[in-house]
Structure formats: structure tokens, C-alpha cells
């Protein structure tokens, strides 16, 4: 089993749709928690991180449910220029700090 | 700052050949990360330092993979010999060792070896 398990894409979505990303984590001291954007050919960069009691930054919210070991990740009113892979990641400083990122979820919106 | 540099951004080698990728770190960053990049796989990490010490080297997938770190501004990653199944993109990350601290990725290496 992978350590960060993510929904398998490709997601495509007309503009202004909600969509909803979903990630599981199997180490349960796991202490942070983010969403990185890799844009196509590009390096990943950081989202947003995601705290014990939600957080949200414009359009996007974070969520995270410790005891399922679970992240989700909310875009309402997507625009086209969210199309990118997300892609959910976990640092576990039980194991020297390792950041340990997810297959990543492909999300391409249409017009 | 000019970020996480890595170099060079492309390389081209026949089987067999040793490769070597360079990484500078943000400066003042403690932690460095050497992460490869595959369709099929996504992104692994295969090392990770932290104050020039390798912590976690066990992603490194086998023998012909090295890495060093001498100084707080330099690490490499050599493959020594390459394959074809070493194709892939590998990219460098550094930051602070914080709890919810981001890393900062450079460009990446795009590598085939034929």
C-alpha cells in the first residue's frame, strides 16, 4: 500500500464547477499536511497547507480528518486556470522528516 | 532569492554512461530533497538530508544511485552506470526543517539515457 493514496484522475469539469480531491495517508504520526500545484512540465508548488481545523484560502478550502487519515481539497467556481495535477502530501518527522507526495489528481477545465 | 537551482535542466547520455545532477539549495535552507519523477510512478522521493547528513536513502532504488551533500550549498545525484529505465525528471527541493514549512522545488533535471 502506498503511504499517500490519492483519487485516480484524469477529473474534467466545465468552469465554474465545485470539485472535490480526496487523499489518505497511512502513517498515523504524520504531523503536516499540504496541497502542491504542478502545472505541466513544471516543478510542484506549494497550495496551501492544511491545518487540524480547516482552512481556506479564496476558492480553495483544505480539510483534514486525523483520526480516518484523510485530506480533501475543495475548489468552487473553477476557472480555467486551475487546470493542473494536485497533489496531496505528508511530512512524517517520525521517519527524519520525509515529504512523501501522492500520485497526484489530474484537473482539466473546460470552458 | 534565485530559488533552488539545478543543472543542467536536460540531459541526453547513452547506457552506460555515469550521469551527475547538480542541486544549489535556497541558502539557509537545512533540508534537501532528491525526488524523481515518472509517469508511471509519480514522484518518489529517493533521498533526504538534512544539515549535509543523509537521513532517509532508502527510496534510492539500487546501487548505481549516489548522493552527496559537502556543504550546506551543493548536493549531487549521480547514476553511475545509467539505463533507459533511469529516464525520468528529477528534481531537487530544499527548506527549513519546521514543522508545516514548504519545500521549494527547482526546475528539475529532465533526463533520457539511450
Known amino acids: 500500500r502506498k503511504e499517500v493514496e490519492q483519487d485516480p484522475g484524469p477529473f474534467n469539469v466545465p468552469e465554474g464547477a465545485t470539485v472535490a480531491f480526496n487523499c489518505t495517508y497511512s502513517n498515523s504520526a504524520s504531523q503536516s499536511f499540504f496541497w502542491y500545484r504542478q502545472d505541466c512540465r513544471k516543478e510542484p508548488k506549494l497550495l496551501m497547507s492544511v491545518y487540524s481545523s480547516g482552512n481556506e484560502d479564496g476558492r480553495f478550502t483544505a480539510q483534514l480528518n486525523r483520526a480516518s487519515q484523510y485530506i480533501s481539497l475543495l475548489i468552487r467556481d473553477s476557472k480555467l486556470s486551475d487546470s493542473a495535477t494536485y497533489l496531496c502530501?505528508?511530512?512524517?518527522?517520525?521517519?527524519?522528516?520525509?515529504?512523501?507526495f501522492g500520485q497526484g489528481t489530474e484537473l482539466s477545465v473546460k470552458p | 532569492d534565485a530559488g533552488v537551482i539545478q543543472s543542467p535542466r536536460h540531459e541526453v547520455t547513452e547506457m552506460g554512461q555515469e550521469v551527475t545532477l547538480r542541486c544549489k539549495p535556497i541558502s539557509g535552507h537545512n533540508s534537501l530533497f532528491w525526488y524523481r519523477q515518472t509517469m508511471m510512478r509519480g514522484l518518489e522521493l529517493l533521498i533526504y538530508?538534512?544539515?549535509?547528513?543523509?537521513?532517509?536513502d532508502s527510496g534510492m532504488p539500487e546501487d548505481r544511485f549516489s548522493a552527496k551533500m559537502p556543504n550546506a550549498s551543493f548536493s549531487t545525484l549521480k547514476i553511475q552506470p545509467s539505463e533507459p529505465r533511469d529516464s525520468a525528471v528529477y528534481f531537487c527541493?530544499?527548506?527549513?526543517?519546521?514543522?508545516?514549512?514548504?519545500?521549494?522545488f527547482g526546475q528539475g533535471t529532465r533526463l533520457t539515457v539511450v
Open positions: 502530501v505528508v511530512n512524517s518527522y517520525n521517519q527524519g522528516g520525509k515529504l512523501i
Open positions: 527541493a530544499s527548506s527549513l526543517p519546521l514543522i508545516n514549512t514548504e519545500a521549494f
Open positions: 538530508f538534512n544539515n549535509n547528513v543523509p537521513i532517509d
